[in-house]
């Protein structure tokens, strides 16, 4: 069973800055700061800005604007992923010398290439595994291709860390209840890439757990992503907070409030009249 001992509630709402809100985003900030207040507990901000190709310092300064006049505050100082590099270095560090990360230099044109030459790949929650092309070179091959300055990434060698991690990992949910945790769904993910230091799976592990989270909300969507994290918070020796993913956030054709969609902004709508309040109605109308 997890181990996770009864303590103070506390949760996160952690938006990306590459454009403005939506109601979907109102609806998961709503959810961690009332499970936290609802507790007596805490309820923090972090902007996950580590990909600094798509997020703007004007966006984040919307995030702000946006969750100030919905009426939700929240503990200062706000964590920036970009300002804490350093966390996420170390803790891939740890991991190469367990010896659970290889260098991955293919491009999605070879990984395609490799799933067509072999009739098949096996597949996960979010499409087709990583079809291992990689994970034998010989350590020569290895550094003959890292001395080229070849682009690579970083991967997670799945089936070494789980041989290295305690068995079983189990994670909470509160709406699936007591989950064994299986990482090889979604295969040996990306960790990092030479022109990138973390990727989304090691940077919300460390940062959890360095802010003390101890309930992880977020929409379901994000589910299968626990099976990874547990795995590296057994490697890394960190807590496991409690998981809550709720429902998505359907608009009126039955699709998910996105970015990439246009949806309606929270600044859109401050700005035609719609106040807090009437945002919370519209979210409890789209849930019905």
Same mark, same amino acid.
Do not use: N, W
């Given at each position: 069973m997890v181990n996770v001992p009864m303590r103070e509630i506390v949760t996160r709402f952690a938006p990306s800055p590459t454009g403005r809100l939506h109601v979907g985003h109102a609806y998961a900030a709503f959810f961690a700061h009332d499970a936290a207040q609802a507790a007596g507990g805490r309820f923090l901000l972090r902007i996950e800005d580590i990909d600094a190709s798509r997020c703007r310092a004007e966006y984040t300064a919307g995030?702000?604007?946006?969750? *100030?006049w919905l009426g939700l505050t929240w503990e200062a100082p706000v964590r920036r992923q970009s300002e804490h590099l350093a966390d996420y270095a170390a803790a891939l560090r740890r991991l190469q010398e367990m010896g659970v990360i290889y260098p991955c230099f293919c491009t999605r044109k070879d990984? &395609?290439? +490799?799933?067509?030459? *072999?009739? *098949?790949?096996?597949?996960?929650?979010?499409?087709? #595994? %990583?079809?291992?092309?990689?994970?034998?070179?010989s350590d020569e091959e290895r550094h003959k291709r890292l001395d080229s300055g070849?682009?690579? &990434?970083?991967? #997670?060698? $799945? +089936?070494? &860390?789980?041989?290295?991690?305690? $068995?079983?990992?189990?994670?909470? !949910? =509160?709406? =699936?209840?007591?989950? =064994? *945790?299986?990482?090889?769904?979604?295969?040996? $993910? $990306?960790?990092?890439?030479?022109?990138?230091?973390t990727s989304y799976h090691l940077a919300v592990t460390v940062d959890d757990a360095i802010q003390g989270v101890t309930l992880v909300t977020r929409g379901l969507d994000l589910f299968h992503a626990t099976h990874i994290q547990r795995l590296l918070q057994a490697?890394?020796?960190? /807590?496991? /907070?409690? %998981?809550?993913?709720?429902?998505? #956030? #359907?608009? !009126? &054709?039955?699709r998910r409030f996105a970015k990439r969609d246009r949806a309606v902004t929270l600044e859109a709508l401050r700005r035609s009249g719609t106040t807090p309040a009437g945002v919370r109605r519209l979210i409890a109308a789209a849930r019905r």
């Open positions: 995030i702000i604007e946006d969750l *100030a990984i &395609a290439a +490799e799933i067509a030459r *072999a009739g *098949a790949a096996p597949h996960g929650p979010e499409g087709a #595994l %990583y079809p291992g092309l990689c994970r034998h070179l070849a682009p690579y &990434a970083l991967r #997670l060698d $799945v +089936e070494r &860390a789980r041989r290295l991690a305690p $068995v079983p990992l189990y994670f909470e !949910d =509160a709406g =699936a209840g007591t989950v =064994a *945790a299986q990482p090889e769904l979604l295969g040996d $993910v $990306v960790l990092a890439r030479k022109d990138a230091p490697l890394l020796g960190l /807590p496991t /907070p409690r %998981y809550h993913h709720h429902p998505l #956030l #359907l608009d !009126d &054709a039955g």
